[in-house]
């Protein structure tokens, strides 16, 4: 059960309303976005859920749900949405929120895809580019599952699918020093 | 935008004289012409729901904004007020269709016509006020008085002061 | 001759070269020139904006300021991720002036940011700006007789308000662009569902049951093969198929091609060129069925009374 | 010398509270032409009233200062007092010192107790360049015309008639009924639809005090209340009416078959028809958008069948003229189109159809003889879907409001499907159920209990084709799953929208509209079924929608309307109006272009006295000017004032402080 107390300033809303551009007090609990999420059924809250969780100010279960994390950034939802709410943003808002925040998931699912997003974004300061059976290799050998997707590896290599080699940018100096500025501009804006 | 004084044999021929300095308890009288049926209406709303404003303005009331000869804003300035705050329904929602619209147009106008003379733009100003919106009136008188408030009393054009 | 900028995205270099190439090719045939943006970078899709702001704008900023280098026109972008990155962040930068200002200055030794050049999906650039009927002329080789399912995925058409193309619901583009080529699109009621993309090294059990939905309703409507204008579609769609088979235990036996090998074939090109033994399900016999006749569908039986809508004299 | 007398009321506290009166009565006396000045606790009152008229009498004062509440609140009731003391009653000024003052600036009173003597110097200023003003009366005539012959147009009509007041009913289609006349039976007591509107509509016909023209529509509308004169257009029939019996040759021989729009175009009717069997007139007539004869001269079968040789193919468009003395909109309701619903394949798939088809189609008079099929393949289906707010609630494809009758006729529909294939199952897609009304309640209980009817709370988001079925995928939010239903029939409950001609209805009769199409009423509350243009009022889902019960009660309030406006043999009509002093008119007609009421006419006058020369100058129609003033403040050579604001009083007022 949860009690509800005396709602007088509801930050976490006004946080989610600010990043994600979207108004989630629009929402009136229609469920169209649930039956259109691919993910839905994965998700520990679907989005109407999650809105109705916003409303009440439920900060924290918001940031321990796995529901931004299987967000897919597909868009359907929003198409849909008879109150043309921006649901992907306001999923990405309670994202990065949960991220300056804090907040980890001990789920085995979010942490294995926080852990793919992070290796990707390592690739990318490497090399400028992503290259893609290094990538899956690492994640593989990060999440300790050695053998995922072995069985396609030899059909996909062999065919060309993956190639073995990888190229980066010249100037992959230039992304680097972008990651740095890019994270100095993000704490400045805090 | 502050507008440029112009000097004329050496006496200052403005509206916006700035050699005028305040006495400390003055206060602006704010001349409000209000359209009967949103305006007028929704200033009687104010009233109901207690809502406080400041007292300096007088209101007239009209039946509609397009009633509004632009004599009446320069006599008004003329003679007994610092500011004029006209209000009429909002666009689309005129009692009488149409009039609010014509209104406006005379309104800018007029408004340009002081501008150029030498008054300053928020001397006058101009609204949309509905029947329901007692709130906005409020804050919409005390948004004028503010702004007359800056400006000073008038150096008005009258025949003592050339 | 045409000149475009073109930004292929990391897959065309990696899993999807066969999109890569047959699409140079049939650029050439269609006189246009494209000119790859030199030293381009990833534009983050699908992991920058998941976990940061700035960068998952400044990635693609960075893209964009050397695209406008080149002075063309318009940019090309081959992925539908790497499409939809770019233009929402040209949108969001064009909207927010100040923040393009400050995000420039992570990337202002290439130049400054001007938001001048116009971003369009190569499946957009054929049909917009090429046009059905000059591929048309083009077809030397009609694909008659094979019946095609057109999947476009999320992101070719969805937000409306950032792709301006298309129908997000049921586009027509791909469909009508198969048609010029000879082959029948088939009614596919699947075309912008969700193959799982982002996921499909970190969660591949969503992707497998996703894929698997759109296989299975491709398979229903009666398609020899999927045709498909994103990477991340073709490879979740292809290479996670003989999984997606094992688990469900349902035979679909559905190669999935990119609409440019298509063309290429259509163009004329031999089948070399498109790089068939890539494909993880075989092509082959899909494209046997080119040349077949297809047989008229059966006519429904009226309703006693209710009839057609147009007026008729007995 | 005028002599003014002020009264300032306490209002208890009210006033009192804040403002210090007696001193604001002291400084009234100061003004020179304030003869009396004088307070009381409560002016409205009895007592309160009678000092004013004695005081009016004893000082023979030439206008009154009431300083008190707002004039919208009691300006009725002063200027009753002033003419029972025998003075004219527009002398009246009020000074509103509650609104605008007392309640306002409570926390200031000394600022509070100046601001009310300056507005009472500003009333008493303006009074004393007050008039003597007179009531205007105006003839009425006693004709009402009634647009629309659903059942909110026959209601009025028939309420008005029962009165002895000629009605002129104008109907666009061959036949009245409306939409009514389309439904198989009615919410919430299933009683059969045509059942109980066809006895109405006899009635209409046969109806001495009704005049009844079908195959019309109105194209111009002049003047003002009590006195307008409308242009009716009536289509080509190409049958006289006067001759033809209505015995059906032509339309049994009538070769050229077309989509029957009262079926919803499912199954097809002739080129010559009558809309339905029940019709009122029950007179064919011919469309000539299809018919062979007219379009390319050949045919003629018609002609050749008809004893009576009623077939005129030569007959043309007329348009009559009635004078009447109000107006009643009652044109209904169209329904909105699906195809926005690309996610649900409107268009693509046949079974998916929409409510008003599906009403048609179990209708025992329908076109599958009151049993529903699947347009698809004809077979009878089992697994019905029904979804509800197609278009209602949906900012991004539709509209904002709710169509208010769609959970009523969804429910409805789930138990007529149950009476007419008993094996079948009806699937509810729904967001909210609204069922306030009279047995609505206990109606939907009966489509969740009787017929079992399952009700899933949640939109629906995709329809995809499976086999033969459709896959019908929607959130069930109670139990917090998705789920598909394998779906025989999928009916969609469109919204309810204004009819599309109603805005250019709305500007030819001089009335204003919504952003939806709707015609807006004069006060959403206290004056729901008049328009904001006096003798102008609305009936039905014209002005919104509604049901059919609330649709005949507002058309026999319109009804009563009329008749209490025709009451008299004239009206009276509020004096404060433009005047032109045509002495002053310079004749450049600006007046005219400014004019929301078209009250202004040119007049021709000689030059000079005596001249023989003539010049145009303007001229106000007393009966059609509304006094909002647009004209005086355009005039440039002054000519023009306004009865009750003219020039001098709001220079007086401006001046006064």
Redesign the interface.
């Known amino acids: 059960m949860i009690t509800l107390g005396l709602l007088e300033k509801n930050t976490f809303l006004e946080a989610v309303n600010k990043k994600s551009g979207t108004n989630v007090l629009e929402c009136y609990q229609c469920g169209k976005c649930v039956s259109t999420c691919p993910v839905s059924g994965y998700m520990d809250f679907p989005p109407r859920e999650i809105m109705q969780m916003i409303k009440l100010g439920l900060k924290e279960e918001c940031y321990m749900a796995n529901s931004m994390w299987f967000c897919l950034t597909c868009s359907a939802c929003s198409g849909r949405c008879p109150r043309e709410i921006d649901v992907p943003a306001v999923m990405e808002a309670i994202r990065h929120l949960a991220i300056e925040e804090n907040y980890r998931s001990e789920n085995k699912k979010v942490k294995d895809i926080r852990k793919f997003h992070d290796i990707f974004l390592d690739m990318i300061k490497r090399y400028g580019r992503n290259y893609e059976l290094r990538m899956m290799a690492e994640f593989n050998i990060r999440t300790r599952n050695l053998f995922k997707d072995m069985h396609l590896a030899p059909k996909a290599l062999l065919k060309g699918k993956i190639p073995i080699g990888h190229e980066s940018t010249k100037s992959a100096k230039a992304i680097q020093k972008m990651y740095k500025l890019a994270e100095k501009l993000e704490k400045d804006m805090k | 935008m502050e507008t440029e004084v112009k000097e004329t044999q050496g006496k200052i021929f403005s509206a916006e004289n700035p050699g005028i300095t305040a006495p400390t308890d003055w206060?602006p009288?704010i001349?409000g012409i209000l359209c009967?049926w949103c305006s007028?209406?929704g200033?009687?709303l104010?009233?109901?729901s207690?809502?406080?404003?400041p007292?300096n303005i007088?209101?007239?009331?009209?039946?509609?904004s397009?009633?509004?000869?632009?004599?009446?804003i320069i006599?008004?300035l003329q003679?007994?007020?610092d500011g004029v705050l006209i209000s009429g329904c909002h666009p689309g929602d005129?009692?009488?269709?149409?009039?609010n619209y014509?209104a406006r147009r005379?309104f800018l106008v007029t408004k340009k016509l002081l501008n150029f003379i030498g008054y300053h733009e928020n001397r006058i100003q101009f609204s949309w006020v509905s029947a329901a919106e007692g709130p906005k009136f409020?804050k919409v008188v005390a948004k004028v008085t503010e702004d007359i408030k800056k400006l000073g009393p008038l150096h008005r054009y009258k025949k003592e002061n050339f | 001759m045409n000149k475009l900028t073109y930004f292929p995205g990391c897959s065309a270099h990696g899993t999807s070269e066969e999109f890569d190439h047959t699409l140079k090719l049939v650029m050439q045939t269609l006189d246009v020139q494209m000119e790859e943006i030199p030293d381009w970078n990833c534009c983050g899709a699908t992991s920058a904006h998941v976990m940061t702001e700035n960068l998952a704008l400044a990635l693609p900023m960075r893209n964009l300021v050397l695209a406008e280098r080149l002075e063309n026109k318009t940019m090309g972008i081959a992925c539908a991720s790497c499409y939809s990155r770019m233009k929402g962040t040209k949108k969001h930068l064009d909207e927010n002036p100040e923040l393009a200002r400050r995000i420039n200055t992570t990337v202002i030794d290439e130049g400054e940011y001007k938001g001048t050049i116009d971003i369009k999906s190569m499946l957009q650039y054929c049909y917009e700006e090429i046009g059905l009927e000059t591929i048309k002329s083009k077809v030397t080789k009609s694909l008659s007789g094979l019946k095609v399912a057109c999947y476009y995925g999320c992101l070719l058409t969805r937000p409306k308000d950032i792709t301006l193309f298309d129908s997000p619901e049921y586009p027509m583009s791909m469909d009508l662009l198969m048609e010029a080529l000879g082959a029948k699109a088939m009614e596919f009621d699947f075309k912008t569902e969700c193959c799982g993309a982002s996921f499909s090294i970190s969660n591949t059990e969503v992707v497998e049951s996703l894929s698997g939905k759109i296989l299975e309703v491709a398979k229903e409507s009666g398609a020899h093969l999927i045709v498909v204008a994103c990477p991340l579609c073709q490879s979740n769609l292809d290479m996670r198929q003989p999984d997606i088979e094992k688990h469900t235990g349902r035979k679909f036996d559905l190669p999935v091609m990119y609409f440019t090998q298509l063309m290429a074939l259509a163009f004329g090109y031999p089948e070399k060129e498109l790089k068939l033994p890539k494909h993880i399900v075989s092509v082959e016999a899909a494209l046997k069925h080119i040349g077949e006749a297809i047989p008229e569908p059966e006519k429904v039986k009226k309703i006693k009374k209710a009839v057609e809508a147009e007026s008729e004299v007995e | 010398m005028a002599r003014v007398g002020v009264f300032v009321c306490f209002c208890g506290a009210n006033i009192a509270g804040v403002i210090d009166v007696p001193a604001v009565v002291q400084e009234a006396k100061k003004i020179k032409e304030v003869k009396i000045s004088i307070e009381y606790k409560y002016l409205c009152s009895d007592p309160g009233q009678q000092i004013i008229r004695e005081a009016i009498v004893q000082n023979r004062l030439t206008s009154v200062v009431v300083a008190a509440c707002s004039p919208r609140m009691h300006e009725k009731t002063f200027r009753k007092a002033l003419l029972d003391a025998g003075m004219n009653p527009y002398l009246l000024e009020i000074a509103n010192i509650r609104e605008h003052s007392s309640w306002v600036h409570q926390k200031d009173k000394k600022a509070a107790t100046e601001k009310a003597s300056d507005l009472i110097r500003m009333a008493v200023a303006k009074s004393i360049a007050n008039e003597q003003l007179h009531e205007i009366s105006v003839p009425v005539t006693k004709r009402a015309l009634v647009i629309g012959g659903g059942i909110a147009g026959i209601q009025a009509a028939l309420d008005i008639a029962d009165a002895r007041i000629p009605v002129t009913l104008v109907e666009k289609s061959p036949s009245i009924g409306g939409r009514m006349a389309q439904l198989d039976e009615t919410f919430p007591t299933l009683d059969c639809s045509q059942c109980i509107l066809t006895p109405k509509m006899v009635d209409v016909a046969s109806h001495p005090y009704i005049e009844l023209i079908p195959y019309s529509e109105v194209i111009e509308l002049q003047g003002y209340v009590g006195n307008y004169k409308a242009k009716i257009k009536k289509k080509a029939s190409y049958v006289d009416f006067s001759s033809c019996t209505g015995c059906g040759a032509c339309t049994q021989k009538c070769p050229v078959k077309v989509p029957n729009e009262f079926n919803m175009n499912i199954d097809k009717r002739k080129a010559i028809y009558t809309p339905f069997p029940q019709a009122v007139p029950n007179k064919p007539v011919i469309d000539a958008e299809h018919c062979t004869m007219l379009l390319k001269g050949k045919c003629g079968i018609c002609a050749k069948v008809c004893e009576k040789g009623s077939i005129n193919f030569k007959m043309v468009d007329e348009v009559i003229e009635r004078e009447i003395g109000a107006v009643v909109i009652a044109t209904g309701y169209d329904l909105w189109d699906p195809k926005p619903y690309e996610e649900y394949g409107v268009g693509r798939y046949k079974d998916i159809i929409t409510s008003l088809e599906f009403e048609r189609m179990v209708s025992a008079s329908g076109p599958t003889n009151g049993v529903p099929v699947r347009p698809s393949d004809g077979k009878v289906p089992k697994n019905v879907v029904f979804i509800k707010c197609i278009g209602s609630r949906d900012e991004a494809k539709g509209i904002e409001y709710c169509s208010k009758i769609c959970c009523m006729y969804t429910a409805k529909h789930a138990i007529l499907l149950h009476h007419k294939v008993p094996d079948s199952h009806a699937y509810i897609f729904y967001m909210d159920i609204r069922a306030a009304g009279k047995g609505y309640e206990e109606f939907v209980k009966r489509a969740q209990v009787e017929t079992a009817a399952t009700y899933l709370r949640g939109r629906v988001s995709k329809i995809y084709k499976k086999g033969d079925k459709l896959m019908v995928r929607g959130e069930d939010a109670q139990i917090g799953q998705v789920v598909e239903v394998e779906a025989d029939l999928v009916v969609l409950a469109t919204a309810v929208i204004a009819p599309k001609d109603n805005p250019a209805l709305a500007r030819l009769l001089g009335v204003s509209y919504d952003k939806y199409g709707y015609i807006s009423e004069a006060h959403p509350k206290l004056r729901p079924v008049e328009t904001a243009k006096a003798g102008i009022f609305l009936a039905g889902c014209t002005q919104a929608p509604k049901d059919i019960p609330d649709t005949v009660a507002q058309a026999s309030a319109c009804a009563a309307k009329v008749c209490g406006l025709f009451a008299g043999d004239t009206m009276k009509k509020d004096p404060m109006i433009s005047t032109i002093n045509n002495e002053f008119c310079s004749g450049c007609l600006n007046c005219i272009k400014v004019c929301p009421y078209q009250a202004i006419v040119t007049e021709e006058i000689p030059l000079g006295h005596g001249s023989k020369e003539i010049r145009t100058v303007a001229k106000i129609n007393e009966g059609v000017c509304q006094g909002c003033g647009s004209c005086v403040a355009i005039c440039r050579s002054m000519a023009i004032s306004l009865a009750g604001f003219t020039d001098p009083q709001i220079i007086n007022e401006i001046v006064a402080i």
Do not use: E, L
Request: hydrophobic share 30%; proline share 7%.
């Open positions: 206060q009288v001349m009967n007028y209406a200033s009687d104010t009233g109901t207690r809502i406080q404003y007292p007088r209101i007239i009331r009209v039946p509609c397009s009633r509004v000869d632009p004599w009446f006599k008004s003679t007994t007020a005129c009692h009488y269709i149409s009039g014509y005379r409020a």
